[in-house]
């Protein structure tokens, strides 16, 4: 039997009735999140479910018999800069699961900007010509273009794991009216399709769209695999299927043509991380060492170390994937964490290097402070039920509370301090300092 | 009942009676459009996001859905209709439309029109209530003549 957990059931009943499920017996269930985000209903996932949400729910994940086939995410937002990684942790999520992500991004999506502009007159009087100048306010709308480092990200991630991680545009208009977007026959939608049938599959893209229909295939391609080998046998084959080979290398060469030859250390967000030797994150860490206290291994074992510069306040996205798809793009190299080739830090505030004394230093520009952090992770306090006695619990509790001496407060921290706390192996702050020992 | 099925369901009353969607949105459909009052510089400060916003003839309705009663929902509607805060987006958003009239109310599970629900019309033009199987029932309506004998 097949289950489709969801998000809205809109885009359940459209992958459903697109692909071969519907010709199948198939469950559907609203997805909850966390139990941060539905401390009523979270715990009621099943535990296979709960591992692939842990750092950030997808829009759909597709099972069979308890098996997790595929997941899918959604976005509707312009991909430029950090934006394209915003979903990133869903995707390394399922992945790291071993299951086949989908990706819907828009290639492009129309955005409308205030523009001032100067402009000269020339007014002619009896004294001759004057020029005056004034300042005119305009709207313009262009696209604003996908980030070509998601592809390589991407591959990244089907490299390191060997599962389909693939990207399909969301259709748009973009192809026909680059230029003119002001004359997108969608442009009250950003210059995005959407589905014709807008009560079945609201919010959904244009199925018709030739992106969806190829996306539609590959899923085909996973199902019908699936029936005959079963879930796992299936996964393995599925980077040599033509379908997601051909996807794949529609990506390979999207980044290719879209990055222009850029080097990917000049895009979002690798242009936000710094390469420095592990020693001089020792030596500025040294601080906190004391007769007792040593730094630990495992920044001591490698001898680079990526530091990812977020020069603002505390906060969540668009940080958290780009994060995840920093470890992916210039440290990952095995399955897990451990398996880097540089240390992976995340710096709220302002850095600088310093060479001549081996070490870095973080100051405070945007008012960054640790504080922030410990307040988050604090505000989970509010979920855990950890706390209470037996006779103190409701009936409805009991499982709940069950779930959270099993995994404690995993599922109960928000989402950003998951993520951060998952992929960072160190979060440095101009008044503080967090690491991992091994 | 949630928000997301009361929303469907008047879209597909709305235009099984031969109304145009201009704009819709429901809890994570990524659809809805943001509405910024008049003058405003920044991003999102006090923007509204109409939950279906549909013409037909010279005619607008903007509905404000929810899967309860929810009493500031009513309040925000009553400032639509008795402020003049929002004018050049929704006149923006109706561009192409040659609108006489706009009129804005209220739509959700018709189990929650309960009297306290019934206290509140006098602040809205009409509240429409959707029961499971997406039959609609007119709650209220402040102006018989209304829309409602299009639909």
């Given at each position: 039997m097949y289950r489709v957990w969801y998000s809205t059931e809109s885009f359940a009943d459209y992958i459903i009735d697109h692909t071969h499920l519907k010709k199948e017996k198939v469950v559907k269930n609203k997805m909850y999140e966390s139990d941060a985000n539905n401390p009523g209903k979270f715990h009621t996932t099943p535990d296979h479910i709960r591992k692939i949400l842990y750092l950030d729910a997808p829009d759909c994940?597709?099972?069979?018999?308890?098996?997790?086939?595929?997941?899918?995410?959604?976005?509707?937002?312009?991909?430029?800069?950090?934006?394209?990684?915003?979903?990133?942790?869903?995707?390394?999520?399922?992945?790291?699961?071993?299951?086949?992500?989908?990706?819907?991004?828009?290639?492009?999506a129309i955005v409308s900007r205030k523009v001032r502009s100067k402009i000269d007159y020339t007014l002619e009087s009896k004294d001759g010509k004057d020029i005056v100048s004034k300042e005119k306010q305009e709207v313009i709308s262009k696209w604003d273009e996908i980030n070509p480092l998601i592809f390589r990200?991407?591959?990244?991630?089907?490299s390191v794991y060997d599962i389909p991680a693939l990207l399909y545009y969301f259709p748009s208009d973009i192809t026909k009216y680059k230029n003119k977007a002001e004359?997108?026959?969608?442009?009250?939608?950003?210059?995005?399709?959407?589905?014709?049938?807008?009560?079945?599959?609201?919010?959904?893209?244009?199925?018709s769209g030739q992106s969806m229909k190829k996306m539609f295939e590959a899923?085909?391609?996973?199902?019908?695999?699936?029936?005959?080998?079963?879930?796992?046998?299936?996964?393995?084959?599925?980077?040599?299927n033509i379908k997601i080979r051909d996807q794949r290398n529609f990506m390979q060469m999207e980044f290719a043509k879209k990055s222009g030859g850029a080097s990917p250390d000049t895009m979002s967000p690798l242009s936000a991380v710094t390469y420095v030797p592990s020693e001089y994150v020792l030596n500025y860490l040294s601080k906190y060492e004391d007769n007792d206290y040593q730094i630990g291994e495992l920044l001591r074992s490698r001898e680079k170390t990526a530091i990812y510069q977020c020069n603002a306040k505390f906060r969540g996205d668009p940080y958290p994937g780009a994060l995840a798809a920093i470890d992916y793009l210039a440290c990952r190299e095995g399955k897990t964490f451990e398996d880097r080739r540089n240390n992976l830090i995340l710096v709220f505030g302002a850095l600088t290097v310093d060479k001549k004394n081996k070490t870095i230093s973080?100051?405070?520009?945007?008012?960054?402070?640790?504080?922030?952090?410990?307040?988050?992770?604090?505000?989970?306090?509010?979920?855990?039920?950890?706390?209470?006695?037996?006779?103190?619990?409701?009936?409805?509790?009991?499982p709940r509370y069950l779930m959270q001496v099993r995994y404690g407060s995993t599922y109960s921290k928000v989402k950003h301090i998951r993520v951060f706390s998952y992929f960072a192996d160190a979060i440095l702050f101009p008044d503080g300092s967090m690491w991992r020992d091994g | 009942m949630r928000e997301e099925q009361v929303t469907k369901?008047?879209?597909?009353?709305?235009?099984?009676?031969?109304?145009?969607?201009?704009?819709?949105?429901?809890?994570?459909?990524?659809?809805?459009?943001?509405l910024h009052p008049n003058g405003s510089s920044s991003k999102n400060q006090d923007s509204i996001n109409p939950d279906i916003v549909a013409v037909k003839n010279n005619t607008c309705v903007f509905?404000?859905?929810?899967?309860?009663?929810?009493?500031?929902?009513?309040?925000?509607?009553?400032?639509?209709?008795?402020?003049?805060?929002?004018?050049?987006?929704i006149s923006e958003l109706l561009k192409g439309y040659d609108i006489k009239r706009?009129?804005?109310?209220?739509?959700?599970?018709?189990?929650?029109?309960?009297?306290?629900?019934?206290?509140?019309n006098g602040l809205v033009d009409f509240v429409i209530g959707v029961e499971e199987d997406g039959t609609i029932n007119k709650l209220y309506l402040r102006n018989e003549e209304d829309f409602f004998k299009m639909a």
């Open positions: 994940i597709v099972e069979k018999d308890n098996e997790p086939i595929f997941s899918i995410e959604v976005t509707t937002e312009a991909g430029t800069g950090h934006n394209a990684f915003q979903r990133f942790a869903r995707i390394a999520a399922a992945v790291e699961n071993s299951v086949p992500a989908f990706y819907i991004y828009p290639e492009g990200a991407l591959e990244a991630v089907m004359k997108s026959p969608n442009f009250l939608n950003k210059g995005l399709k959407y589905d014709s049938d807008i009560v079945r599959y609201s919010g959904c893209p244009d199925s899923l085909n391609e996973i199902l019908d695999a699936t029936e005959k080998s079963g879930v796992i046998p299936a996964r393995k084959k599925l980077l040599k973080v100051t405070d520009e945007n008012s960054s402070t640790i504080k922030d952090f410990f307040d988050a992770v604090q505000s989970s306090a509010k979920h855990n039920l950890l706390t209470k006695n037996y006779d103190e619990l409701k009936n409805k509790e009991i | 369901h008047i879209l597909k009353w709305l235009m099984d009676s031969g109304w145009k969607i201009v704009c819709y949105d429901f809890p994570q459909s990524g659809t809805g459009r943001f509905f404000e859905d929810k899967d309860r009663f929810y009493y500031p929902d009513y309040q925000k509607v009553n400032l639509l209709i008795t402020e003049n805060n929002y004018t050049e987006a706009i009129v804005y109310g209220i739509g959700f599970p018709t189990t929650v029109y309960s009297d306290k629900a019934k206290e509140a």
